[in-house]
């Protein structure tokens, strides 16, 4: 298991579309550990394989409000089967736009079908943050984040800050 480094925007590689899993092999149950080091690490809830610069359909999530018992789900291949007319609002973060928060209108109810761990098939009924959460990470899976969906201006500035963040981060002082 390791901590690997979080790419943030702007960076192409999160525009990338992930390519499905074939099989949940030992390679993959190494991915989403490594993976949910990482998102644990960065004190995140959900992680997608692409933020770490793997292009395949692999999700570590963990809601739980809990911080002595971890309760990690993990998510391959999602694909959405139901999505609610009924939309909720969330205020979204995420751990590859550090320090940006938004509101968010997305289905508040959804249905998702996956492979899981051990690459049995699941379906997961979910709602509230659950499947706010799950609608987030599988938009990764598409290269979509959730500042696409602010306005042209709102989203222009939230990239203009994480630029000058990351030119600082080159910056030696001495
Ligand atoms: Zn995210």
Do not use: W
């Not at 793997?54 to 739980?64: F, L, N």
């Not at 018992?69 to 089967?81: A, G, L, Q, S, T």
């Not at 079908?113 to 699941?122: A, I, N, P, S, V």
């Amino acid at each position: 298991m390791a901590v690997k480094t979080i790419i943030t925007e702007p960076n192409k590689i999160l525009r990338q579309v992930s390519k499905p899993v074939a099989m949940v092999s030992e390679s993959e149950q190494k991915l989403m550990d490594d993976m949910l080091d990482t998102m644990y690490a960065a004190k995140g809830i959900g992680l997608a394989a692409i933020q770490i610069g793997i292009p395949k359909r692999v999700i570590v999530m963990d809601i739980s409000k809990d911080q002595d018992k971890n309760e990690p789900m993990y998510f391959v291949n999602p694909i959405i089967k139901n999505k609610n007319i009924e939309k909720s609002i969330y205020e979204e973060g995420c751990l590859s736009v550090p320090g940006q928060f938004a509101e968010v209108e997305r289905p508040s109810k959804c249905e998702v079908e996956y492979l899981d761990y051990h690459g049995q098939k699941k379906i997961l009924k979910a709602e509230g943050l659950l499947a706010t959460c799950i609608q987030h990470e599988m938009d990764h899976l598409e290269g979509i984040l959730f500042i696409d969906y602010l306005s042209k201006l709102k989203k222009s500035m939230i990239i203009k800050k994480l630029s000058k963040l990351k030119n600082n981060e080159d910056r030696v002082v001495l």
